[in-house]
């Protein structure tokens, strides 16, 4: 059985951060140790939530509870996600090390979260800057966005071959993988939601059906890092990982625009999160 700890947000109502992630890397047969990055009732693209971030210190606590008891060498992974304060950064990484030291051979897939305004999705500021200068050199996986994949970079990015660059800059930088998890350049074809993952060594894009929701659901990319992670973990190769999540990601937001919902159908699509009916291709460029 492999474990993650995964630190990120958590919301009562609904499906963002670790309330996407946890139960489909649980579907996939992988168990997680959560760490909420703060509680909201809801998350922010609702356009009101309460409640509040977790104290960065207790990450560290909450981790150190752990090796306390001798498990945290069982660790094989760590995942972030939504931060609610840029202070909470540091301590991640301190999470970081000290999982690696406890199991060498754990991996850190950072999701750097740096918001969206214009959607509703709120992150302080400080984080972005955490995030672009601190992280790349920790992580062993990125797994931005393109807005997030064109801040890492520091430049626009407006076609393909700009984001396969800049994910090969990026991976200079320190992580061996980059998975880009919405990627939008011009000439893109339309009607299709379109993903990329490089490593030092291969390339592969992937493209799924991109659904007409009156709104885009929330919490896709948590969902899309946390099954990467658990496929990666459970043997799969780069490319077998990244069309699992195109197809385990499809299938969930399949089911939530047939439902006519705004949050993710993680329940519904359980059994398609394992084994999806549909398998899209990934292309080696």
């Known amino acids: ?168 800059d990026l991976i200079a930088r320190g992580p061996k993988v980059v998975l880009v998890k919405h990627l939008e350049y011009a000439g893109k074809p339309a009607g299709v939601f379109e993903m990329l993952v490089v490593s030092e060594t291969e390339a592969w894009r992937g493209r799924r059906p991109l659904y007409a929701f009156d709104r885009q659901p929330v919490g896709v990319g948590d969902l899309t890092s946390g099954v990467f992670l658990a496929r990666l973990l459970q043997g799969d190769s780069i490319k077998a990982a990244f069309e699992h999540t195109l197809a385990a990601v499809d299938a969930v937001l399949a089911r939530t625009h047939a439902a006519g919902e705004y949050e993710l159908q993680l329940v519904a699509a359980q059994d398609e999160i394992a084994a999806p009916p549909r398998h899209f291709a990934a292309i080696a460029v």
């Open 1 to 168: 059985m492999k474990n993650v700890l995964s630190i990120q947000s958590h919301v009562v109502y609904g499906h963002a951060g670790n309330s996407a992630a946890v139960f489909p890397m649980q579907r996939l047969g992988v168990e997680v140790w959560p760490v909420n990055t703060v509680q909201f009732s809801n998350h922010t693209q609702h356009g009101r939530w309460a409640g509040q971030a977790l104290a960065p210190s207790q990450i560290t606590a909450l981790v150190d509870g752990i090796d306390a008891i001798g498990e945290l060498q069982r660790c094989d992974a760590v995942l972030s996600g939504y931060l609610g304060a840029p202070e909470q950064a540091a301590y991640v990484i301190a999470a970081v090390r000290k999982v690696k030291a406890a199991n060498p051979r754990a991996i850190y897939l950072c999701d750097p979260v740096m918001g969206h305004p214009e959607k509703g999705c709120v992150v302080q500021p400080g984080i972005q800057q955490y995030l672009v200068e601190q992280m790349p050199a920790v992580a062993d996986i990125m797994a931005p966005n393109h807005l997030e994949l064109e801040k890492l970079a520091g430049r626009e990015i407006d076609t393909f071959d700009d984001a396969l660059a800049a994910c090969r």
